[in-house]
């Protein structure tokens, strides 16, 4: 259920205050029984705010972030009206369906979140609170959509505490919120030791066995990845980072899932998974890197350069041929560009090829996410021997990184690959990103190769070094 109003001249929190008080006085007697049991969402548009400046702002110790790759939904969450998580390997026709039995048809309600890149539970203390999956509505959210800002409340009916009770405690919450006007974000605390995992020279090693391994034939891909942690000065505010991420123009998924005060998952990620709109299906390749130019030459010289490479157009292949297969067993109807085009992102610009289905009557979220991931472009090619040689040879636990995270509607569902990702703990920011290994990969190539990706956190956390060195 869904309800939207505008009332001048009130503050937003007492907008929405007046449609609760109303909501719970006159329409919730009438309610069916089973409208009662789903996500019932009461929302007022309000004046402009920036979500992910607002959720800053916030005291909860629980924070969603979610901000889309086109620039028209971004929504920022506190606290939480319904958590789907476990520690278990997720049975994925079991979660979505868990997911979609809450959510009431053609409701703007959501629930938010993702999976673990591998289906085992969590060893690592910073992935403990994430699980193998979690996903949260909301309980109360600030959110852009098509140039018009909302503020809303979601809430899971408790058939157990009086409804004024219930009533009482959303008033308190909301309360709680803070609508003032913030002119410029929490500045980062510096740099104080950074570690690698592997090093250098463990990279080479890891490599030279990966390389050995694609020369037998049993793999022709291994993406590998390197976790780089950074020891900051003090806490720090995993909103701050993003906030000083996002600069620039390039069209990037942004998240945060904070599920415990000092601890967050971050990113800023070009690459969908895929997006699901009832029946029509939308997927892409992302493999192959370059960075970008000192000059508009130089980028254009780069970008053809990837365009030509026999080395990455193969590796762009695998993803291609993966997505092709999938969507051959998801889809009725499947679309491919026949070419790819370059992407071009502030430190990095990667190939990139647009894929497209209808899909088969019955086919559902549980089997489409499944059949995706992990692609090609952050596991590998064949895919569950690349996974297996993934856990034997990287001395780190992936955790949620180039996992999909996203959201779940009643009617769709969107989610993206989280790479360009960082795990924050406190005053520790582990940043993680990987290289796609194909016979003839360079070890030092592939280590600057990840350095450029990790550039979009770096130079942040660099600028704030330098700026207090001139200081």
């Known amino acids: 259920m869904t309800s939207t109003s505008r009332i001048k001249r009130l503050a937003p929190h007492q907008q929405l205050q007046r449609q609760l008080k109303s909501f719970f006085r006159i329409d919730l007697p009438q309610l069916p029984a089973a409208v009662k049991s789903n996500i019932i969402r009461i ?17 909860a110790d629980l924070k969603t972030y979610w901000s889309d790759r086109e620039g028209q939904f971004a929504m920022a969450g506190v606290g939480a009206a319904d958590i789907v998580h476990s520690q278990s390997a997720p049975d994925f026709a079991a979660v979505f369906a868990r997911l979609q039995q809450r959510l009431p048809e053609h409701s703007a309600a959501r629930y938010y979140g993702g999976f673990s890149f591998q289906p085992t539970p969590p060893l690592t203390e910073g992935w403990q609170q994430f699980g193998t999956y979690r996903f949260v509505v909301p309980q109360f959210e600030v959110y852009v959509e098509a140039g018009q800002t909302y503020l809303a409340c979601n809430m899971l009916l408790s058939t157990t505490t009086p409804y004024p009770q ?17 002119r410029r974000p929490q500045s980062l605390p510096t740099v104080v030791n950074r570690q690698d995992f592997p090093s250098q020279p463990g990279w080479h090693q890891m490599l030279h066995t990966a390389l050995q391994t694609l020369s037998t034939g049993e793999l022709a891909k291994i993406v590998l990845a390197r976790q780089s942690d950074f020891t900051l000065s003090q806490t720090v505010d995993p909103l701050s980072v993003l906030l000083a991420m996002r600069c620039g123009k390039a069209r990037l998924f942004r998240f945060c899932f904070q599920p415990t005060a000092g601890q967050a998952f971050i990113g800023a990620s070009p690459e969908r998974l895929y997006l699901r709109r009832d029946r029509t299906l939308h997927t892409e390749a992302v493999a ?12 254009q010289a780069l970008g053809q350069t990837l365009l030509n490479s026999e080395k990455d157009n193969r590796e762009h292949q695998f993803v291609v041929q993966s997505l092709r297969t999938a969507l051959a067993q998801l889809c009725k109807l499947v679309g491919l560009d026949q070419e790819p085009v370059l992407l071009k992102l502030n430190q990095v610009q990667h190939l990139h090829t647009a894929c497209h289905g209808i899909l088969t009557d019955g086919v559902t979220d549980g089997e489409i996410l499944p059949r995706l991931h992990p692609t090609p472009a952050v596991g ?20 949620w990184y180039a996992a999909p995270v996203g959201w779940v509607s009643s009617n769709a569902a969107e989610f993206a690959v989280a790479i360009r990702s960082g795990l924050v703990v406190n005053h520790q920011l582990s940043l993680f990103s990987g290289a796609g290994i194909v016979p003839g990969s360079n070890p030092s190539d592939e280590w600057q190769e990840i350095e450029n990706k990790l550039r979009a956190f770096t130079t942040v956390l660099n600028e704030v070094e330098d700026e207090r060195a001139l200081a």
Not at 43 to 59: E, F, K, N, R
Not at 166 to 182: D, I, N, P
């Open 166 to 182: 219930q009533l009482a405690q959303l008033l308190k919450g909301l309360e709680q919120l803070s609508f003032k006007r913030v």
């Open 43 to 59: 929302q007022v548009a309000i004046d402009s705010h920036d979500p992910l400046t607002w959720l800053s702002q916030q005291t």
């Open 288 to 299: 192959g890197t370059r960075p970008r130019g000192a000059s508009r030459a130089d980028d």
């Open 380 to 399: 590998g090619f064949p895919k569950r021997p690349a996974r297996e040689a993934i856990d034997q040879l990287e001395p780190f636990e992936r955790g």
